[in-house]
């Protein structure tokens, strides 16, 4: 039994033009016979089904190649590692993946979680258990006491909860990387940044170059691929060296740095979609602003955007994903956004912000091992979705979920009902009280009269 697809115009991922009036066929188990014009596709059978998408846009499946599904939607980072439990988190990640697929993610990677939480996504989804995304998983990110992650001071450590997973020796983060390729990662995360500035300004790597070497190498020998943190231009250097298969932020990056980046394979994936949010929507009450992080961050994508649109025109193959699972990139809102940068900042065509998203995030995703997805051709995958309108006129359509006509896995349709939550009972559990400091002064100045709500206690 076959599936045929009548598609208005079917973008393949391969090429930058849609085809007009193509068809999908894919078999029984959902993998793809024939992808082209419907006047070369074969005849349907007796007993063949035919879905009717004649109107629509249809494209691969989504993938954002950076949705954190233990972070739950988190305003502040213990809010991350401290307040629920892991299994609280993996239920939770387990909804939120949910909500990616009904804004059209097909498949998403979760570069850098607690515990065993993505796995374990992963394999209750492959197992039938629940609708979800494809999901590539990897465990918590490999720091030192010089790296992002280790967020805590020393006395208090990285807890067992904790999205970082310290190791103070080379032997110890080889060993985690074993740990964590027995408990079934696809990939190895890496927090490249360190904390420490030079006198210029430069970000100090956590890692020297010979420890990321040795730590990509045993990941590579046992099979999986090897991801980085690396805003800071020292960072981005030593992973594109080692080999690291896919680069976060490179915000910071060089010549030299995209130099090894051509020379190694490394992929790249800017996640401009977070830094925007921030800038964006930050309001001036908060405590990101009071910090003074919504300058610095528009600063740093400012600067970032014109070092990136140099690696763009060296060649350097750039992946979408969102850094989603904070509470300014929840779950399900804001992934397409990043094909919107990709275009208003980076300066792709609509088609390669579409392609990144699918082909070239795809060659991530693969691993051989599994169903290839990215591309609409023969023998991949049908991981597929339909849209009311085409996104090669306005990228930004993406975003527009009353235009999304219909998702597909392995060509089964999922409908996931949008089921309402109490955001106050999911995340958000920090034991902050008070934003303000209230001297004298500053009562004043906030001319606060406390006389008008406090009662009179004592006897007239
Ligand atoms: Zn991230």
Excluded at 91 to 98: K, N, T, V, Y
Excluded at 239 to 247: C, F, P, S, T
Excluded at 278 to 303: C, I, N, S, W
Excluded at 312 to 336: C, K, R
Aim: hydrophobic content about 40%; aromatic content about 8%; some cysteine.
């Amino acid at each position: 039994m076959h599936t045929f697809v009548r598609c208005g115009k079917l973008f393949t991922g391969r090429d930058d033009g849609p085809i007009d009036g193509g068809m999908l066929v894919f078999d029984a188990v959902g993998r793809l016979a024939y992808v082209g014009a419907e006047a070369g596709a074969p005849q349907r059978a007796r007993g063949d089904r035919l879905i009717d998408h004649s109107g629509d846009f249809v494209m691969p499946g989504l993938i954002d190649v950076h949705t954190h599904l233990a972070y739950g939607n988190a305003k502040s980072e213990e809010d991350i590692d401290l307040y629920s439990p892991l299994e609280f988190r993996t239920l939770r990640g387990m909804f939120f993946a949910q909500k990616c697929v009904a804004a059209g993610y097909t498949a998403i990677c979760s570069p850098g979680d607690a515990g065993q939480i993505s796995l374990s996504i992963r394999d209750a989804v492959k197992a039938g258990l629940f609708d979800g995304p494809r999901v590539v998983a990897a465990g918590p990110y490999l720091t030192t006491h010089q790296g992002l992650t280790d967020w805590y001071p020393t006395w208090i450590g990285a807890p067992e909860t904790s999205i970082g997973k310290l190791v103070t020796n080379l032997n110890e983060a080889i060993e985690e990387v074993r740990r964590q390729v027995k408990n079934g990662v696809d990939c190895i995360k890496i927090a490249l940044d360190g904390v420490q500035r030079r006198p210029d300004g430069e970000l100090i790597a956590a890692f020297t170059q010979e420890e990321t070497g040795a730590i990509v190498r045993e990941t590579h020998r046992l099979g999986r691929k090897a991801i980085a943190h690396a805003v800071g231009r020292e960072a981005t250097l030593y992973a594109a060296r080692a080999g690291v298969d896919l680069i976060f932020h490179a915000f910071d990056l060089d010549d030299e740095c995209i130099a090894a980046m051509l020379e190694n394979g490394s992929l790249l994936c800017p996640t401009l979609t977070h830094p925007r949010n921030l800038v964006d929507f930050t309001q001036a009450h908060e405590p990101a602003a009071q910090k003074g992080r919504v300058e610095a961050t528009d600063k740093r994508y400012r600067e970032g955007c014109a070092r990136l649109r140099k690696a763009v025109s060296a060649g350097v193959p750039f992946l979408a994903g969102t850094d989603s699972g904070f509470a300014i990139t929840p779950y399900g809102e804001w992934h397409a956004k990043e094909l919107e940068l990709f275009v208003a900042d980076l300066g792709l065509s609509p088609a390669a912000a579409l392609r990144a998203a699918t082909e070239v995030n795809g060659r991530f995703m693969n691993n051989g091992r599994g169903e290839e997805i990215g591309v609409l051709e023969e023998g991949r995958a049908a991981d597929f979705v339909a849209w009311d309108g085409s996104p090669l006129d306005d990228i930004r359509l993406l975003q527009d979920r009353s235009r999304l006509k219909g998702v597909y896995i392995a060509g089964r349709p999922l409908r996931i009902e949008d089921r309402p939550y109490d955001p106050r009972q999911v995340t958000d559990f920090a034991l902050s009280n008070w934003t303000d400091l209230y001297t004298q002064a500053r009562v004043a100045e906030l001319r606060i009269d406390a006389g008008a709500t406090r009662p009179r206690l004592a006897a007239e």
